[in-house]
T-cell receptor, first 106, second 113 residues
Framework: KNEVEQSPQNLTAQEGEFITINCSYS?????LHWLQQHPGGGIVSLFM???GKKKHGRLIATINIQEKHSSLHITASHPRDSAVYIC????????FGTGTSLTVIP | KAGVTQTPRYLIKTRGQQVTLSCSPI?????VSWYQQTPGQGLQFLFE???????NKGNFPGRFSGRQFSNSRSEMNVSTLELGDSALYLC????????????FGQGTRLTVV
């Protein structure tokens, strides 16, 4: 069983929609990371969380330590947000979720 | 501040050959970790180096090895390449490890023919 479960696996949205990607985990963590991977491979770190909420532009990440759950929200989605979003636990190594493939249609 | 640099970006090798990939971390970062990404298995941890010492290792055969130099640059080596080693290899740079803010390179795409 994977320590990190993400949902949904695939998501298609219309431009402007509010998007939520969920991440549940089953182990204690030091940090939780949200990552973005565009076609072509490079990974960009969006957020690192150990508690509460962080916001950067149209992106918001929250974490509930007691419930072992985190969410990534994208407000006013745009086609350039199309990418794979990966939740990863940070400890001795990264433990990655399977990713959510997001497509935003103009 | 310069980002994480991986070289080369693309590589084609023949079965049985060996390959060396390089990762230059962000200045001041002492931890470099390596990951293999394939469509079937997703992202899998290879190993982590911290201050020139291998600190953690994933579940990969001994054909996969690495090292870290005093300037924190890291190399990974794969010997006796197999077709299944075709993958995107990513490295991540951080100050202390995955429990701190990390930055990833663009990856090296290795194709074994």
């Amino acid at each position: 069983k994977n320590e990190v479960e993400q949902s949904p696996q695939n998501l298609t949205a219309q431009e402007g929609e509010f998007i939520t990607i969920n991440c549940s985990y089953s182990v204690g963590i030091s940090a939780l990371h949200w990552l973005q991977q565009h076609p072509g491979g490079g990974i960009v770190s969006l957020f690192m969380l150990s508690s509460g909420k962080k916001k950067h532009g149209r992106l918001i990440a929250t974490i509930n330590i007691q419930e072992k759950h985190s969410s990534l929200h994208i407000t006013a989605s745009h086609p350039r947000d199309s990418a794979v979003y990966i939740c990863a636990l940070g400890g001795n190594q990264f433990y990655f979720g399977t990713g959510t493939s997001l497509t935003v249609i103009p | 501040k310069a980002g994480v640099t991986q070289t080369p970006r693309y590589l084609i090798k023949t079965r049985g050959q060996q390959v060396t990939l390089s990762c230059s971390p962000i200045s001041g970062h002492r931890s470099v970790s390596w990951y293999q990404q394939t469509p079937g298995q997703g992202l899998q941890f290879l190993f982590e180096y911290f201050s020139e010492t291998q600190r953690n290792k994933g579940n990969f055969p001994g054909r996969f090895s690495g090292r870290q130099f005093s300037n924190s640059r890291s190399e990974m080596n794969v010997s006796t390449l197999e077709l299944g080693d075709s993958a995107l290899y990513l490295c991540a740079s951080s100050y202390q490890g995955a429990h701190t803010e990390a930055f990833f390179g663009q990856g090296t795409r290795l194709t074994v023919v």
